[in-house]
């Protein structure tokens, strides 16, 4: 009878755990489907839904350089994937993408030896890794960005880590997420702690700050598939999936810690640190949003 019943409770005790585990993504996977499905309607037809979504759009320009309907992996064109005009630039533009040189010089730093005589291959033994970050480390209670991978391997290796943003560890991580693409992101929320952070990235994603009193919620859900002047505004849906980006405006790569610190201060915020909590918070919450989405980058943006 005691075996009996200790067998009962150890059985109870693993349906709850699981149960526990699975509900840490439970809000996040709501989130993400009302996201998702908001983009799929907006975009399912701008001309019938005009009213509801480009009420101030010129339905001439709607019909003329709106592309529709759009389905769920389009969105990882950013502006290009709704705005011909952009699309069809662009599509030259990449003929000779401006990105192919920083990835090859990725390719040598990531084949170069260290001083000690090992590569990043031996902290990466698969290259193809990019759609499993940023991820939230348990053992070690923080988000681990891939810039964070990619100086963490540098040091245990005896050598200094590079500078954020830019340089040869946006190339480096370019090279990863050349063998990354076609991998579909897959970020998890394993724990209560992780599930903490989320929510962080969700409340910054949302909230109105700066002088200008604006959020990335306004420019890149409410007004995504309209016009700054001649600017497309890109969906949030997807964004991660293009990183890094070689942008016309930076004259070289940037990784998506560099985005979205520049993003930050266009709303007339101070411009956050890379790698800063906040920073590494809001990454995680928008790549969920995008969970299941085949990567893409680097790609070319102005």
Same mark, same amino acid.
């Given at each position: 009878?005691?075996?009996?019943?200790?067998?009962?409770?150890?059985?109870?005790?693993?349906?709850?755990?699981?149960? !526990?585990?699975?509900?840490?993504?439970?809000?996040?996977?709501?989130?993400?489907?009302? =996201?998702?499905?908001? =983009?799929?309607?907006?975009?399912?037809?701008?001309?019938?839904?005009?009213?509801?979504?480009?009420?101030?759009?010129?339905?001439?320009?709607?019909?003329? @350089? #709106?592309?529709?309907?759009?389905? !769920?992996?389009? !969105?990882?064109?950013?502006?290009?994937?709704?705005?011909?005009?952009?699309?069809?630039?662009?599509?030259?533009?990449?003929?000779?993408?401006? #990105?192919?040189?920083?990835?090859?010089?990725? %390719?040598?730093?990531?084949?170069?030896? =260290?001083?000690?005589?090992?590569?990043?291959?031996?902290?990466?033994?698969?290259?193809?890794?990019?759609?499993?970050?940023?991820?939230?480390?348990?053992? *070690? @209670?923080?988000?681990?960005?891939?810039? /964070?991978?990619?100086?963490?391997?540098?040091?245990?290796?005896? +050598?200094?880590?590079?500078?954020? $943003?830019?340089?040869?560890?946006?190339?480096?991580?370019?090279?990863?997420?050349?063998?990354?693409?076609?991998?579909?992101?897959?970020?998890?929320?394993?724990?209560?702690?992780?599930?903490?952070?989320? %929510?962080?990235?969700?409340?910054?994603?949302?909230?109105?700050?700066?002088?200008?009193?604006?959020?990335?919620? %306004?420019?890149?859900?409410?007004?995504?598939?309209?016009?700054? *002047?001649? %600017?497309?505004?890109?969906?949030?849906? &997807?964004?991660?999936?293009? /990183?890094?980006?070689? *942008?016309?405006?930076?004259?070289?790569? &940037?990784?998506?810690?560099?985005?979205?610190? $520049?993003?930050?201060?266009?709303? &007339?915020?101070?411009?956050?640190?890379?790698?800063?909590?906040?920073?590494? +918070?809001?990454?995680? !919450?928008?790549?969920? /949003?995008?969970?299941? /989405?085949?990567?893409?980058?680097?790609?070319?943006?102005?």
């Amino acid at each position: 009878m005691l075996k009996k019943l200790i067998k009962i409770v150890a059985v109870s005790m693993i349906s709850t755990t699981i149960v !526990f585990a699975a509900n840490f993504n439970a809000q996040a996977e709501k989130d993400r489907k009302a =996201f998702v499905d908001y =983009f799929l309607k907006k975009f399912e037809n701008p001309v019938a839904n005009r009213d509801k979504y480009f009420p101030y759009v010129p339905l001439k320009e709607l019909k003329k @350089d #709106y592309i529709y309907p759009l389905k !769920f992996q389009d !969105f990882q064109d950013g502006p290009l994937s709704w705005y011909r005009p952009s699309k069809e630039q662009f599509a030259e533009i990449n003929d000779f993408p401006p #990105y192919e040189i920083p990835v090859d010089d990725g %390719e040598e730093l990531f084949n170069k030896p =260290f001083a000690n005589g090992k590569t990043y291959a031996s902290c990466f033994p698969n290259p193809a890794i990019k759609q499993n970050y940023p991820y939230y480390d348990v053992h *070690r @209670d923080e988000i681990v960005t891939i810039g /964070m991978a990619v100086n963490e391997c540098r040091v245990i290796n005896g +050598e200094k880590p590079l500078k954020y $943003g830019k340089g040869d560890l946006a190339k480096v991580v370019a090279y990863l997420a050349v063998k990354s693409r076609g991998k579909k992101i897959d970020i998890k929320i394993p724990n209560e702690n992780a599930a903490k952070a989320y %929510e962080a990235g969700k409340k910054l994603f949302y909230k109105q700050r700066g002088y200008l009193a604006i959020s990335c919620n %306004e420019c890149h859900v409410k007004s995504a598939g309209k016009r700054i *002047r001649a %600017e497309a505004l890109s969906p949030a849906l &997807g964004a991660t999936t293009q /990183m890094p980006v070689y *942008r016309i405006k930076w004259g070289g790569l &940037g990784t998506l810690q560099r985005r979205l610190a $520049g993003c930050v201060k266009d709303t &007339g915020s101070e411009k956050p640190k890379m790698q800063s909590k906040p920073l590494k +918070e809001l990454a995680y !919450f928008l790549t969920y /949003m995008s969970n299941g /989405m085949k990567l893409f980058g680097p790609d070319t943006r102005k």
